[in-house]
């Protein structure tokens, strides 16, 4: 009997995912768990593994093809299998072999059309989702342009996207006639996950009302209790005591305070929270990931840094899960490990408030009624006006301040 190869849920937001490459070919023996097929998402590469052990009977969905959750990939026939690509298990596919597929498809998508005009740009053929829905709507390749499937292909969502432009955008859209390259320039089409990035940050500015408030934090005291712990710290827990740590447990004592900045808005209702899933900014080689620390009001220092240096090692592996970064109520940016010294973080929908930490450097100080050189670093909130006041997002960031400046309050939960 066979097991089908499945699309796993892809998290939260995620709807679709594309198959960037097949690891395994038809006829080809594999154990359970073995990385069969990856997937592209908007956000991180997933390995989809063999639900059972025997032999790749078939392949449904072709590399560069959009797939949703629950979405049948393939199919293991149980057996010791043979040689990839041996006759019986190629014959036996009740799929068309993998070349035939989109050129079947392509007359198809072209039937409905009229004549006029052009109805296939080179490098933009649609998926299959893709071609069914242009012709139902009789729109060519050339007016939907390039897609954001793998080599510039069409996707379902492509399509999807241009039919919801306002009537004007076609027309809009037409003059992308590109401009010839000059000698030392290149082109190259943005990935998926970039091309998602800029789409979300420009929905976080276009959807909330976002603003930043900005302080300064004295950071000698977090310094000194982290050098004077540091190496005790380590033996005893395994890893090293940072900063971020520190920020962590201010931001969940004044997100406990002023819970507004911990909600989110969902249609005309208000969504408060009584944890908080803490999202820590890593960059990664494909861009910058959020990964989340789930109920981090509940975590103590040590637990708190291994999460982190733990998300940090599989992000830079390309091991993170998707599961890891859903959810978060709360985030932290820490530009400083880059050099910032100051900026206004942008929002990560829905949540309402993002943390942004910077470069400590060594300012003078009027301390006491005297000027002493003291390391200090720019902190920002950007929050969304539209829940929190700004006197709540002010005090927020006063409460950190003074946490951060005097730690022992952090122990003592005041």
């Known amino acids: 009997m066979a097991t089908d190869i499945l699309v796993p849920t892809l998290g939260e937001s995620v709807s679709t995912a594309t198959v960037a490459r097949w690891l395994k070919k038809a006829g080809e023996a594999v154990a359970v768990d073995e990385p069969l097929v ?21 392949i449904s969905a072709d590399e560069g093809a959009e797939v949703e959750p629950g979405a049948v990939l393939g199919s293991i026939a149980a057996g010791a299998g043979k040689a990839a690509g041996a006759a019986p298990i190629a014959t036996a596919r009740p799929h068309p072999p993998e070349p035939v597929a989109p050129v079947a498809a392509q007359p198809k998508v072209e039937e409905p059309r009229t004549p006029a005009g052009p109805v296939a740009v080179p490098g933009h053929a649609p998926l299959p989702a893709a071609a069914k829905l242009m012709a139902e709507n009789n729109l060519s390749a050339e007016q939907v342009g390039a897609g954001s499937a793998k080599d510039g292909r069409i996707a379902k969502g492509d399509v999807l996207e241009f039919l919801a432009r306002p009537a004007a955008a076609p027309a809009a859209a037409k003059p992308a006639v590109q401009r010839p390259l000059e000698e030392g320039e290149e082109r190259v089409k943005m990935t998926r996950l970039r091309i998602t990035i800029a789409r979300r940050l420009k929905e976080a500015q276009n959807s909330a009302a976002m603003l930043t408030t900005f302080n300064e934090v004295d950071m000698g005291a977090a310094m000194a209790l982290r050098t004077e712990y540091r190496d005790v710290f380590e033996k005893k827990h395994g890893v090293r005591l940072g900063f971020m740590s520190f920020f962590v447990k ?7 305070e002023f819970p507004a900045v911990n909600a989110e808005i969902q249609g005309d209702e208000l969504i408060y929270k009584n944890f908080v899933h803490m ?7 494909n861009g910058l990931v959020v990964p989340v620390l789930r109920n981090a009001d509940r975590m103590g220092f040590a637990e708190i840094e291994k999460t982190i240096g733990s998300f940090g090692k599989r992000v830079r592996d390309g091991q993170l899960k998707l599961e890891e970064m859903a959810g978060g109520s709360f985030t932290i940016t820490n530009g400083g490990v880059y050099g910032s010294l100051m900026s206004t973080p942008i929002l990560n929908p829905p949540q309402s408030g993002i943390l942004g930490m ?14 002493e050189i003291r390391p200090m670093m720019y902190i920002a909130l950007s929050y969304d006006h539209r829940i929190v006041d700004g006197k709540e997002a002010v ?13 022992r309050r952090l122990m003592l939960d005041i």
């Open 250 to 256: 201010a931001c969940v004592a004044a997100l406990k």
């Open 358 to 371: 910077h470069k400590i450097q060594d300012r003078p100080m009027a301390v006491g009624g005297k000027v």
């Open 395 to 407: 005090s927020f960031l006063v409460r950190v301040k003074e946490s951060i400046e005097d730690p």
């Open 38 to 58: 990856e997937l592209e998402t908007d956000k991180v590469t997933v390995e989809v593994n063999a639900p059972a052990a025997g032999v790749i009977e078939s």
């Open 279 to 285: 999202g820590v900014a890593v960059g990664g080689p």
